[in-house]
């Protein structure tokens, strides 16, 4: 069965870096696009990015310039290199492959 299982999150402060890896499997990852999304508390799930099988990448316009996507199909694994962070990007992070399956989701916190 499809699984997804991110990792990497945790506290930063205003204008560090992290690193979100979501390890894929179950199906033939290279073929699939593969997303992330965050939700802050109270706020509805908000797309952050997207990568399809070719690599070209997409952002919302909150993250452009500041985070990157990228994927490594030898690992099954997609990842989201955040940077400039803002407290404002503080949410559960979550891996996703179009459009039902999600991860279980990573915390990040940006905070002095």
């Known amino acids: 069965q499809v699984q997804l299982v991110e990792s990497g999150g945790g506290l930063v402060q205003p204008g560090g870096s992290l690193r979100l890896s979501c390890a894929a499997s179950g199906f033939t990852f290279s073929n699939y696009v593969m997303k992330w999304y965050r939700q802050s508390p109270g706020k509805q799930r908000e797309w952050v990015a997207a990568?399809?099988?070719?690599?070209?990448?997409n952002y919302a316009d909150s993250v452009k310039g500041r985070f990157t996507i990228s994927r490594d199909n030898a690992k099954n694994t997609v990842y989201l290199q955040m940077s400039s962070l803002k407290p404002e990007d503080t949410a559960v992070y979550y891996c996703?492959?179009?459009?039902?399956?999600w991860g279980q989701g990573t915390q990040v916190t940006v905070s002095a």
């Open positions: 996703n492959r179009p459009i039902q399956y």
């Open positions: 990568i399809n099988s070719g690599g070209n990448t």
